[in-house]
């Protein structure tokens, strides 16, 4: 099957490098943050790489047009393999975000953030919005216009994503909670067979994982039930 759980590293260093010793490259593939960056910065992404993973960066650069594609080249030139970028940016900025990658031969997927599945329905009225559903289809309509790779979205979302925009867009599902798991600060959450079936291409699984007593299991088990 091929790697479709992504774990964020939302630690520190050290113990991010020792949950990542723990866990099998073959089967995951790791996302750094803004908190792991900002500490460590681009050699906790050499390190992981050196020992197998795939990284996608995580820092959802959202910021006027030149600075995002200067942004992108340069997690592109730290050879991950996945980077994002808010779509509510607007076009200019992710035209800019796609055009930092022309040059690359073999560049980082392009993913676009639509609405984070912290937010529910009701706190989007909170920054003027009053449709979610509306407002994700509208932001990744957007992202594929402007050549994007996919997007990330909820669970819930992602059949309507590929129904819309074709099976080959990407969708990216954080808020995946195994049966029985805390919510933590997620309001829009399925299990891992749940997002699969609704057509998400990666799983973004954290504190099931990472808050376990045993990763390598858990891990192991979120493997096996989506294979």
Known sequence: MENKIIIPLDLDYQE??????????????????????????????????????????DLKFHDIPNTVYEAVKSAADLGVWMVNVHASGGKQMLEASKKAL??????????????????SK????????????????????LAKDCGLDGVVCSSSDTASVKREFGEEFLAVTPGIRPSGSSLDDQSRV??????????????????????????????????????
């Open 16 to 57: 991010a490098m020792k949950l990542a010793h723990l866990l099998d490259s073959k089967i995951c593939r790791m996302k750094i943050g803004n908190q792991l960056f900002t500490s460590s910065g681009p050699k906790v992404i050499k390190e992981l790489q050196q020992d197998g993973f795939d990284i996608f960066l």
């Open 102 to 119: 022309e040059h690359f031969s073999n560049p980082p997927l392009l993913i676009a953030v639509t609405v984070l599945t912290s937010l």
């Open 122 to 141: 009701e706190s989007l009225s909170d920054v003027g919005l009053d449709n979610l559903d509306d407002q994700v289809l509208r932001l990744t309509s």
């Open 190 to 227: 399925s299990t891992p067979s749940e997002a699969i079936k609704n057509g998400s291409d990666y799983l973004v699984i954290g504190r099931p994982i990472t808050g376990s007593a045993d990763p390598k299991r858990a891990l192991e088990e979120i493997y096996k039930e989506i294979s």
